[in-house]
T-cell receptor, first 112, second 109 residues
Framework: SQTIHQWPATLVQPVGSPLSLECTVEGTSNPNLYWYRQAAGRGLQLLFYSVGIGQISSEVPQNLSASRPQDRQFILSSKKLLLSDSGFYLC???????????FGEGSRLTVL | QKEVEQNSGPLSVPEGAIASLNCTYSDRVSQSFFWYRQYSGKSPELIMSIYSNGDKEDGRFTAQLNKASQYVSLLIRDSQPSDSATYLCAVKANYQLIWGAGTKLIIKP
């Protein structure tokens, strides 16, 4: 069966520091991968999606970037965090035939 | 712009009653619809997916789809306190899902 993991689960970072969140998927090949952000009490905002290695599409202009160095690995990065980057970051993969989306456990980021 | 609308709630339902959650969407060509449950502080988990008009049942959950009215709903029978969560409606549009803001459901013992 397919599983998705992301880490770290929680982190507190100062403004201006870098960020790296990592996500890996097991049990499936060539998945579509997604990074979402959920601000407190808000809906899901799609940040990036990827249909293959090295193929990244950005949905929202910001100081975040994403990379997909391997088929089942998806990384979210920032060189300098802003206060507004605080939120709950979710990695997800989708089943191509059904469109169903499956989420990792999430990474809660607080920027101080 | 494609939109998915949900009543934010909270929706308060007595334990054992039927909880009814509703969602409307703007994109007439959408073919895939999903309900997710999200507990506070946790990631969303898929409850139901529905692709055809009518009802789809899975245990205590029933999803209902009416494409003509652009309306999808989720019924939870015999509601339990553990059903208390935020329920997210999502509609597939091209490569991504369009999300509603969610309805907070509270089941009162």
């Amino acid at each position: 069966s397919q599983t998705i993991h992301q880490w770290p689960a929680t982190l507190v970072q100062p403004v201006g520091s870098p960020l790296s969140l990592e996500c890996t998927v097991e049990g499936t090949s060539n998945p579509n991968l997604y990074w979402y952000r959920q601000a407190a009490g808000r809906g899901l905002q799609l940040l990036f999606y990827s249909v293959g290695i090295g193929q990244i599409s950005s949905e929202v202009p910001q100081n975040l970037s994403a990379s997909r160095p391997q088929d089942r690995q998806f990384i979210l990065s920032s060189k300098k965090l802003l206060l507004s980057d605080s939120g709950f970051y979710l990695c997800a993969w989708s089943a191509i035939n059904t469109g169903e989306l499956f989420f990792g456990e999430g990474s809660r980021l607080t920027v101080l | 712009q494609k939109e998915v609308e949900q009543n934010s709630g909270p929706l308060s339902v007595p334990e054992g009653a039927i909880a009814s959650l509703n969602c409307t969407y703007s994109d007439r060509v959408s073919q895939s619809f999903f309900w997710y449950r999200q507990y506070s502080g946790k990631s969303p988990e898929l409850i139901m997916s529905i692709y055809s008009n009518g009802d789809k049942e899975d245990g205590r959950f029933t999803a209902q789809l009416n494409k003509a009215s652009q309306y999808v709903s989720l019924l939870i029978r015999d509601s339990q306190p553990s059903d208390s969560a935020t329920y997210l409606c999502a509609v597939k549009a091209n490569y991504q899902l369009i999300w509603g803001a969610g309805t907070k459901l509270i089941i009162k013992p």
